[in-house]
């Protein structure tokens, strides 16, 4: 005979640990697995170890889907705030670092500690390196052949995230059981990942690998301005990461290195004020130097600002303010923080997580076609999801 269980919840990252709180909660027998060794990987790496657990302005529009209305419910539901709570509850001490990102002051580890200890409490069965090899819809529910016998339960969690940082465990199977059961799933692509460059490009970026720059950032209609870092690769930082989710292969981005400063009036003025200073100096007074003086080389501007025409000095602008790139891909899924793309949520319940052509069995977290910004929105949105499925699992 199998062993049985109210709710299996496939998948021991953020959204699984919180569905199985929730769930245990209500009294429903739980059993939590994970194939991996050690369990909330992605929690213990974010943040440089300190976890950015959700963001203050958490907010729709901070999130991608070809559905954006579907991740409303579930956001309102359970907030920034309620995670906050919890946090507190467990004396975990916290700081905003910017943009309201909450980061914990120490480590990572703490988070997963305190959802341990919930997940403990909520007498919820947790087991890692279990393999599921099969699963099966019955009259009552579902059946799952794993490594460790045969199981069933009422109620199926898949939980499995995404492609991002395989090296941490990350692979298609939620996908896959999406398929199997008739739900269409959005081509997933890598996401908040940098952006690579081939030719003269690369050459610059290679060059000036390592300096970080305040900009902003343009993909067709959406712009984000935070810092951005040239690499031995190409572009990365936190401006590129954001675009990434937006960039589509083969469309260029729009980079404004110095987005307070109208870097032609400065020109303009310093050329009146100041005729003997060189272009690369000039320019090194609004720019970082090295960067000054590979914009001056590669538009081949030098010499003395009297010797520069107006026409000159708005193309040296453009190099600055609006400097034109189009990338020749990402880094892919080993540095991506998440995966754009998933499940459909056309074919979830956005107040329960269910699939509606398939009774019992939920989709939560990454595995979804809900990407959220850079800064504790993916976070939330496992927080957010988690809750909603485990309140009706």
Not at 208 to 228: D, I, N, T
Not at 253 to 272: G, M, R, S, W, Y
Not at 298 to 314: C, I, K, M, V, Y
Not at 341 to 358: H, I, K, P, W, Y
Request: proline share 4%; charged share 20%; aromatic share 8%.
């Amino acid at each position: 005979m199998p062993h049985s269980f109210d709710v299996i919840i496939i998948g021991a990252g953020a959204a699984g640990l919180m569905c199985a709180i929730e769930a245990g909660k209500r009294g429903r027998k739980v059993w939590l697995i994970d194939h991996a060794t050690k369990i909330a990987e992605k929690i213990r790496i974010s943040g440089g170890g300190r976890c950015n657990f959700t963001n203050l302005h958490t907010r729709p529009q901070s999130y991608l889907s070809q559905n954006p209305h579907f991740c409303k419910s579930a956001l309102k539901r359970y907030t920034p705030q309620d995670f906050i709570a919890l946090v507190r509850k467990h004396d975990i001490a916290f700081h905003e670092k910017k943009l309201g990102q909450l980061f914990c002051d120490d480590s990572a580890k703490q988070i997963i500690a305190m959802l341990l200890a919930e997940v403990r409490a909520a007498g919820v069965q947790l087991e890692t390196e279990v393999q599921v090899q099969s699963i099966a819809a019955t009259a009552g529910g579902y059946q799952l052949q794993t490594n460790l016998g045969e199981y069933s339960c009422i109620s199926l969690v898949i939980a499995t995230g995404g492609l991002s940082i395989p090296k941490i465990g990350a692979s298609p199977f939620g996908y896959k059981v999406a398929e199997r059961f008739g739900l269409r799933v959005i081509p997933p692509r890598a996401a908040l990942v940098p952006l690579v460059f081939d030719g003269v490009l690369l050459a610059r970026c290679q060059a000036l690998s390592g300096l970080s720059v305040e900009a902003e950032v343009r993909c067709g209609k959406q712009a984000f301005a935070e810092g951005l870092l040239f690499t031995h690769r190409g572009l990365s930082g936190p401006s590129i990461l954001q675009i990434s989710s937006y960039w589509q292969e083969g469309e260029p981005i729009v980079i404004n290195l110095a987005p307070d400063i109208d870097v032609l009036a400065v020109l303009k003025a310093q050329k009146q004020s100041q005729p003997k200073l060189h272009i690369n100096n000039a320019l090194a007074e609004i720019v970082p130097k090295r960067l000054a003086h590979s914009i001056c080389e590669e538009q081949h501007s030098s010499g003395p600002l009297a010797n520069l025409s107006d026409n000159r000095l708005a193309t040296l602008t453009d190099a600055v303010n609006a400097w034109h790139v189009t990338p020749v891909g990402t880094e892919g899924y080993r540095t991506a923080e998440v995966t754009r793309g998933g499940v459909d949520t056309r074919a979830l319940s956005s107040q329960t997580m269910e699939a509606t052509s398939q009774p019992g069995l939920f989709f939560i977290g990454e595995v979804v076609d809900v990407t959220g910004h850079l800064g504790g929105f993916n976070f939330q949105w496992a927080w957010s999801s988690g809750y909603v499925a485990g309140q009706y699992v």
